[in-house]
């Protein structure tokens, strides 16, 4: 049965602030059923409180996970499948620049398991429900960083010399060639498969990292757009029918534009694919 549109399911990861709370927020106010993916229970609710103070009527859900953790992100997409047999719209919003070297639960540097591999093997867990909308859609937020990115498949996710901007960059650079992959894998199917720019944005993203980041993004901040001019792409790519039919491409904002030469090899996105996979223990489900 179709859903008329003001009832599309659309998850936001890292929706507890900046982007993806001001997305969560847009969304909600187009009459969509807004489901928030956060790490910070606290957090969470306040934007779900923040939200509904600003669209009263607001149909929104929190779900809670931490996104470098692979368990989780298994548990969290369970609890979605369970509660939404279709969902319309994944966008996979939480990203973080660690400002020294972390590892996750699973050993992996904690910038490419929350950027990479949760969003990986997220949408690969609710391809299913994502297949079964009418014409869904995943959106990948990435970043023109990805232009400064290299992968290298002896040490992904495992650097030899750690670097939070380098592997900030490595991160989003994966989010490209996943989304290029995907879009290739479900090619004759109604699902599309884009990834985005946002701009630079006034947030708190990068206020967890070292001392030189947080300066950067504050001193910044008169230069940076708002987030909710920062959610404008993510909003365009989940509600136009302009982009209905387009998979496998990149926006800047609302534009279409072109990644890197780099990142348009497919024979890296494959291998990059299967190392996921691996990584993630998706090969395995």
Request: charged content about 20%; hydrophobic content about 40%.
């Amino acid at each position: 049965m179709n859903k008329p549109p003001q009832n599309k399911v659309i998850v936001i990861t890292g929706a507890s602030s900046g982007i993806g709370k001001a997305t969560a927020e847009a969304l909600a106010q187009e009459g969509m059923q807004v489901v928030l993916i956060c790490r910070n229970e606290a957090k969470g609710k306040k934007a779900l409180e923040d939200i509904k103070r600003k669209v009263p009527g607001a149909n929104l859900s929190l779900h809670l996970a931490d996104l470098s953790s692979m368990q989780e992100v298994r548990k969290l997409a369970s609890e979605l499948q369970e509660a939404f047999p279709v969902i319309d719209v994944l966008i996979n919003n939480a990203g973080l620049i660690p400002g020294h070297l972390e590892l996750s639960e699973e050993g992996y540097e904690i910038g490419w398991a929350t950027n990479h591999l949760a969003p990986f093997l997220l949408t690969n867990l609710l391809i299913d429900q994502l297949l079964a909308a009418e014409q869904g859609r995943v959106i990948n937020v990435t970043s023109e960083a990805h232009r400064l990115g290299q992968i290298d498949f002896s040490h992904a996710g495992l650097p030899e010399q750690y670097s939070a901007l380098t592997s900030y960059a490595d991160s989003k650079l994966a989010n490209v060639f996943f989304t290029y992959e995907l879009a290739r894998r479900t090619e004759f199917t109604n699902l599309t498969v884009n990834c985005l720019h946002p701009g630079v944005v006034a947030s708190n993203f990068g206020q967890n990292s070292n001392f030189f980041i947080r300066n950067f993004f504050r001193l910044g901040r008169l230069f940076m757009k708002s987030p909710a001019a920062g959610a404008q792409g993510s909003v365009h790519l989940a509600t136009s029918p302009y982009v209905s039919k387009l998979s496998g491409k990149y926006f800047k904002g609302k534009q279409l534009s072109n990644s890197s030469k780099d990142s348009q090899n497919a024979h890296v996105a494959r291998r990059l694919w299967d190392i996921s996979a691996e990584q993630t223990g998706f090969e395995l489900s």
